[in-house]
């Protein structure tokens, strides 16, 4: 799980300064400051240092100095609390700018002037009320932690593999987590024939005639998806490959477009070196879930005459850390 608990500041003292205004400045005792934003999402996060909650409504945001009640606020904010900006009234400059938050004297409680930013930075205090940096992840609503990408292994290469062999069809539902592959052969991979393939699967009676799809599964964990950044998949498979993650496509290799049968040949034939090399695909992880997930996939041949088969997949996420 990712732990974003840190110990939380209090009795902040802000310097508010008011642009080209030479050496004024306004010290102010701050109830809540602008702890976090995005200039490409165009959201602002709040937080609150105290010991008590601190009412919304008297308070102001703006992009503007002149202009001080641009944006007023609502609702409240628990101590340690944050509170989250996402439907502002104007927009912040990729640029460059200033942001800031006034209270219903017109005095200003926090004014920070941020930097240019791609679109995957964001500019935060860290940790919460702390010194601000540039970033390259957010944490919208939450407590603010720097992140960083590390690589999971959900599925590794040379797994234990269930598979269907016997040129049958299984049910519509065999490519969801629930489904019941009991009955279903198991071995390890790189799976097939005619190769050095670690299980040796079968391809029915006739040499001449082979079957032209066999089915494999393989069923893993994950957890807090949310912090899954991206996700990689390697495929060894000789001929042709359609990979599905909790039953949605995630990798088509060497298979036309459409409806993909049990009868459907590959649209290419892997020879050489491409028979065991690894074909990497970047896809988007969304249909990882927390807790059970499977990955399905069925391998086509080229010909039913084919001499072999080869099959073997690994999945890997990167997530974010504060390591």
Avoid at 114 to 137: L, N
Avoid at 247 to 270: K, Q, Y
Wanted: net charge negative; charged share 20%; hydrophobic share 35%.
């Amino acid at each position: 799980m990712l732990l974003l608990a840190l110990a939380c500041r209090t009795n902040l003292s802000v310097n508010a300064i008011e642009p080209d205004s030479g050496d004024s400045e306004v010290l102010v005792q701050p109830t809540i400051v602008v702890n976090e934003l995005s200039s490409s999402a165009d959201w602002v996060e709040l937080y609150n240092p105290g010991t008590e909650s601190v009412g919304l409504a008297s308070y102001f945001l703006t992009d503007d100095y002149t202009n001080k009640t641009k944006y007023p606020l609502t609702g409240g904010i628990e101590p340690a609390g944050h509170a989250l900006l996402s439907e502002l009234p104007f927009g912040l400059a990729a640029s460059g700018e200033a942001v800031g938050l006034f209270d219903e004297d017109g005095e200003p409680v926090d004014w920070v002037t941020f930097p240019s930013m791609s679109d995957d930075e964001v500019y935060a205090r860290i940790p919460d009320g702390g010194a601000w940096k540039q970033t390259g992840f957010g944490t919208p609503g939450e407590t603010n932690v720097e992140l960083y990408l590390g690589t999971e292994i959900l599925v590794g290469a040379g797994e234990t593999w269930s598979y269907l062999d016997g040129g049958e069809e299984p049910a519509n539902n065999w490519t969801d987590a629930g489904y019941d592959d009991s009955t279903w052969a198991r071995g390890e991979a790189p799976l097939g024939y005619g190769d050095d393939q670690k299980t040796v699967i079968g391809y029915g009676a006739d040499s001449s005639n082979k079957h032209v799809t066999t089915w494999f599964r393989f069923a893993f964990e994950a957890d807090d998806p949310e912090v899954i950044h991206g996700a990689v998949i390697g495929l060894v498979c000789d001929d042709g490959c359609l990979v599905r993650v909790n039953g949605t496509e995630v990798v088509r290799h060497a298979l036309a477009d459409g409806d993909v049968t049990a009868d459907m040949l590959a649209s290419e034939t892997a020879s050489g070196a491409a028979e065991y090399s690894w074909n990497i695909y970047e896809f988007d992880p969304a249909p990882i879930v927390d807790g059970d997930n499977v990955v399905s996939v069925e391998v086509h041949q080229a010909s039913m005459t084919s001499s072999d088969l080869s099959f073997d997949l690994y999945l890997d996420v990167e997530v974010l850390t504060p390591e």
